[in-house]
Structure formats: C-alpha cells, structure tokens
C-alpha cells in the first residue's frame, strides 16, 4: 500500500513539473538554492572551509568538556572562563585587528589558524601523552588548606595545567577562527544582498558539521581498548587521541581550502589612510561608545553568551551526576553535538533564508531571545523544584535528575541551533552595514571581546555565588533572577537597534529626494 501512495506521489510531482515547467524549477531554486552560476566556485569551498572549522569545534567542544569536567567537576568551569579566559581573547582579538590591519584579513587568518594548528599538534603528541610527569603538584597542594569549599576547583585546574590550557585553547577556536578570522574576511568580500543569499546556504553546511563529528565520536567512544595503537593507556585515551589527530586533519584542509578561496577572490585590505595606524585597546573600548549599532550588538552578544554559560554550567553539573565516566560523559557530548545540528541544519535550510526574505530584520531577531526565554523557564523549573515535579516526571518513567537533563539538553540544543542558523546571521548583516575598517575592528569587539565578557561575567556571577552559598545546586535560584534580567535587557537593545537602523535608513532616502 505504502508504494503505491509513493508511486501516486512522485507521478503527481512528475505531471506538476513537466506542467510548470522551467517555472516551478526555478522557484525551487531560488527557495533552497539561491547562488548563481557564477558564485557556485566558490561557494562551495566557503561550504567545506565552514564545515570543517565547525567540524573540530564541535570534537573539541566534546573533549574539552569531558577532559575539565571529569577531572574538577563543573564547577571548575566559572574560575577558568573568570580569570583566564577572558584576558586571553581580549589579547586574542586585539592581536588579531592588529595583524589584519598590518598584513591583511588573509595572512592573518593563516598565521593564526598555523598556531592552533600547532598548539593540538604539541598536545596530542606531547602533553597528554605525559600529563602525569607533567602535574603541577607543590602550588597546587598549597592552595588546597587555603581556599573554602566553593574554590576547591582551583588547585585542581592548576594541577592539571595541560588540561585547562587545552580548555582555553578550544574555547578560542570558535571566537578567533570562526568569528572574528573568517566571518570577519567573508564580510569585507560580500555585499549586504549577496550576505542575504550567501549566508543561510553556508550556516546549513555550518551547522551538519556537527553530525558527522558526533557520530566519529561516538565510534571512537564506543570502540575498545587496542593494544596495537601506538598511543594511549586506556579506551578513553585512545578516543581522544584519535578525535586530535582527526582535528588535525581537519585544520590541514581548512589551510588548503582557504588558500584556494583566497585566490580566487580579490580581498579588499584595510588601507593606512582608513583607519588609525596604531590602535589600543581604549580605542577599542571607545568603538563601544561612539558606534551605536556596535554597542547595541555587543549587548546583544553579551546578554546571548551570558544565558547559554549560566544554563550550560547548571546543566553540565547535571550531567555529571548522570554520567560521571569520561566515556560516558563524551558519549553524551557527541550526542548532544549530533542533535544541535539536526535541528540547525534543518531551521537554516528551510527557515532561515525564507524568514530573512519574508521578515523584517527585527523580526527575526526577536526569534531567538523569545525561544531563549520559553526554554530557560522551563529548565529552572525542573532544577529549581526537583521535588515538586517529581510525580509528573514519574508518569513519563524518568527520575527528577533525568528530566532536569533532558529539558536542559532541549534548551541547549534549541538555542544553540537557532544561534547558528539565524542569530549570527542576523548580527552579520547589521555589521555589514557599517564601513569595511569599522567591520574589522567591530567584529573584533563584538565577537571577540562583548562575547567573551558575557561568558566572563556569567562565570564571575556562578564564582561569587558559590563562595557566598557554598555549591552550584544553592546557586540556582539567584542565577534564574538574573538570567530575568539579562534576557529583558537583550530585548531592549534589540529594539533600540532596529530604531537605529530605520532612522539611518530615512535619512538616505530624505538625503536622495532632496538632491
């Protein structure tokens, strides 16, 4: 019966077809593929280059994870994002618009994407390979007497040195190579209607990276211990070296694609006359104040990152308790990563393009902080009450902690799938906007610096929480009040951006009828 159905089905497609003819062809590919023949060269090396970069964000993302958390616990995350990562992306995307600046948006992507490249390389072969000879013991064991309960993790993460660099090192993959490097070269290459075609069909080759690495991943997870693989003493160091040398292998043909795309297309360089020879970080600073549109995105990006660390810390001490084995923890990781772009790749292919053409730019970026703030509600409602909610999770044959974790994972996997598919993108066509040395430099500030402050100061508020309640469990109540707060705020800038940008607009086109 089912092929029948299908066999009417695909008649029926057929008939309307050769009906419509080169008509309905041409809707279809305006819909789903809206690239001319022209752009096709090298739009396809843009889809590989961002596949592969998401690709080892989302495999890193799963390792770094698992390696700080299985060894300090989560709450050791706060202290790392609070007085070590923050400093570095700031000197991160300083350094970067002051090598961009100097050698252009192409030279800089390659030097910086060889260091990382480099770093994994010393990791994989060097310090994970000796992380026991390699532990930082006699600091570590003088801070232990000295610190309350809520700080425990620092000695630890300093004991572990190798993996909390690590920690920071990832964490930097996604903000200087992905948003600030090549977002920040594909904008000075790409006008506001090509960014419009361009942009969903390159986050849907984005957002499936994160298939394909979930499932190596898992393989890696699952497969046993192998005496005859030269590295590694147990299943899971296995796993993760093997997930390294793939991100290697990855890196190798972002270098090789990128080269190839950079030829092809004529950059546009930041000339000495556009912009100030020597720039500061108060300068920097001062690009917030003066620009209205780079401050308003700044707080969106601000308000974004600061709601995913505060729910994305609450859920990973859940899953901790769940899954306390690092192979179970990676397993669920690359689940999490498989799911993410599911529903990012589907939302890019089929909502993002139609809702950017169909919808006013306000719309769509009130999509996201209106998703964030249903989802987040009902994640504190089930961390918050475990035991008011526990006779309706029973219905469902789930424990109050599995229900906390598996609404935290439809949180995180719905926000971060919609940052991909129409978040960004959003906040991209905003920035292009503005003139090709404010790109550079604004670029820089909002991904770099705001994005980096907002998972900062998340991290600063769970720090200073847990030394005056003592446990991240006590620290649900105030984080929920404040995340209240930060999401108002977001709509609010929102707002006051889109007042900007109409405002701009109507006075070109008085400026136009007048002349």
Known sequence: MFWKFASIACLVCVVSISSYGRRALKWLRLRFWPIQREEVGIVLPLLGVLFLIA???????SVKDTLVITSAGATAIPFIKTWALLPITCLSSYLFALLSIRTGSRRAFLIILSSFLGFYSLFTFILYP?????????????LEPLLPEGFQAIPILIRHWTFTLFYLISELWSVIILNVCFWGFLNEVVSVDQAK?????????LNTAGILSGHIGLHFARAPYNPCFPMGETAWDQALIKTLLVVLLAGLGIFALFLYISSKIETVKCQAQEVTPKISLWKEGHLLVTSRTI???SCITFAFNFLLNTTEMLLSTQVYKLFSDPINFSSYMHRLAIITSVIASLSSFFLSGNLLRNLSWFSTALITPCISLITSFFFFLFLFFPEQTAHSTAWFGLSPLEATVLFGTAQNCLVRSFKSSLFDINKDLALIELGKSMRVRGKAVIDGIAARTGKAFASV??????GLLGSIDACTGPLGILNCFVIGSWFSATYVLDR???AKVKKKVSKLEND
């Not at 000796?130 to 003088?142: T, V």
């Open 130 to 142: 000796y992380r026991k000879a390699l532990l930082f013991h006699g600091l570590a064991n003088w």
């Open 295 to 297: 401050l308003c995105l």
């Open 461 to 466: 508020s769970i720090t200073f929480l847990l």
């Open 500 to 502: 900007h940008r109409l």
């Open 55 to 61: 690709f080892n964000y989302y495999a890193l993302k």
């Open 197 to 205: 075609r361009l942009y969903p069909i390159l986050r849907t080759g």
